[in-house]
């Protein structure tokens, strides 16, 4: 099976622009998850998705929002960046969203620099 | 939400076993036990969970506290490609998966 696979892997953005990130899961896979890393902060939890709907949201503002289509495909959109954001944020898939003994499968990360 | 407490850094030489200890002291009864590991720039990679059972895997083994209080990876082996950032994570029953700073294991040859 193909693994989780992340659109674009680098980016490049100015201050106030919006950017929307891709993420496709495994095959198969219903639930997508999004973390944002940074030195400062490592990882944190963004928000997960599950059959189209959101889950579980971290502490991020709504200038963070994310989506996901009937194929589990699901995009992330910050709007109004800040120099703050610049991270990698990661986009993982599970096949469910039940329980707590699912292992999640990572993708490699978009970079994200706001300048 | 449950906490996690690691060493910052650990080293380890080539072939020897590695034990990565995790305290988790607020644990609730259906919080399961995750390890992940990061390699330099690359995304989180599953290593092992558990819930009250020590457990094994191709990759390592997991020791549980009787209390479940605090847990230990095992490396038996450890190669130069286990050098990387260790998380110890406590998934709760809703999913969400909250990652502290992890423990940096160094291998030496």
């Known amino acids: 099976k193909a693994g989780v696979t992340q659109t674009p892997r680098y980016l490049i953005k100015t201050r106030g622009q919006q950017v929307t990130l891709s993420c496709s899961p495994i095959?198969?896979?219903?639930?997508v998850s999004w973390y944002q890393q940074t030195p400062g902060q490592g990882l944190q939890f963004l928000f997960e998705?599950?059959?189209?709907?959101?889950?579980n949201k971290g502490n991020f503002p709504g200038r963070f929002s994310g989506r996901q289509f009937s194929n589990s495909r699901s995009e992330m959109n910050v709007s109004t960046l800040e120099l703050g954001d610049s991270a990698l944020y990661l986009c993982?898939?599970?096949?469910?969203?039940?329980?707590?003994?699912?292992?999640?499968?990572f993708g490699p990360g978009t970079r994200l620099t706001v300048l | 939400d449950a906490k996690t407490t690691q060493p910052n850094s650990m080293e380890s030489n080539e072939e020897e076993p590695v034990h990565l200890p995790c305290n988790h002291s607020?644990?609730?009864?259906?919080?399961?036990i995750h390890w992940y590991r990061q390699l330099p720039s690359q995304g989180p990679e599953y290593v092992i969970h558990?819930?009250?059972s020590n457990v094994n895997n191709r990759m390592a083994s997991l020791a549980i506290a009787e209390d479940r209080k605090s847990s230990t990876l095992i490396l038996h082996r450890a190669t130069l490609r286990d050098a990387a950032v260790y998380y110890c994570?406590?998934?709760?029953?809703?999913?969400?998966?909250?990652f502290g700073a992890g423990t940096r294991l160094t291998v030496k040859p």
């Open positions: 993982a898939s599970s096949p469910s969203t039940s329980g707590g003994y699912n292992e999640q499968f």
């Open positions: 095959s198969g896979h219903r639930s």
């Open positions: 998705y599950f059959s189209e709907t959101q889950r």
């Open positions: 607020t644990i609730s009864g259906t919080d399961y």
């Open positions: 558990g819930l009250t």
């Open positions: 994570i406590l998934r709760e029953v809703n999913n969400d998966m909250r």
